[in-house]
């Protein structure tokens, strides 16, 4: 069964824009921090982005910090990750995640199929 699913990646040029949309369950959304992660050939899964149940926190990684921004729309149980100045290392497989949101130290336990985003130069 589908935990979550994203849509919205695809092809783009470097400097361009990519808007990655994830759609959850009252299940997997409701009352949920959200996160994204992206995952390249013959590498780890790295961290992206993650936002609170409330969207009165949000954190953005480093190698996406000024470029990506993470927001969530909870009347349509979605999560957002806005791609902006994309570079061809932001190349790799998407996936959203849940956890429970009112704790900081719970771990993601809902995943997404993933969605590609292909960076060309």
């Known amino acids: 069964q589908v935990q979550l699913v994203e849509s919205g990646g695809g092809l783009v040029q470097a400097g361009g824009s990519l808007r990655l949309s994830c759609v959850g369950s009252?299940?997997?959304?409701?009352?949920?921090?959200m996160g994204w992660f992206r995952q390249s050939p013959g590498k780890e899964c790295e961290f992206v982005a993650a936002i609170s149940a409330e969207s009165d926190g949000t954190y953005v990684a480093a190698s996406a910090k000024e470029r990506f921004t993470i927001t969530r729309d909870n009347a349509k149980a979605t999560v957002y990750l806005q791609m902006n100045r994309l570079k061809p290392e932001d190349a790799a497989v998407y996936c959203c995640?849940?956890?429970?949101?009112?704790?900081?130290?719970?771990?993601?336990?809902?995943w997404g199929q993933g969605a590609q985003v292909t960076v060309s130069t």
């Open positions: 995640a849940s956890r429970d949101g009112s704790t900081r130290r719970s771990q993601y336990e809902y």
């Open positions: 009252r299940r997997t959304f409701s009352n949920s921090a």
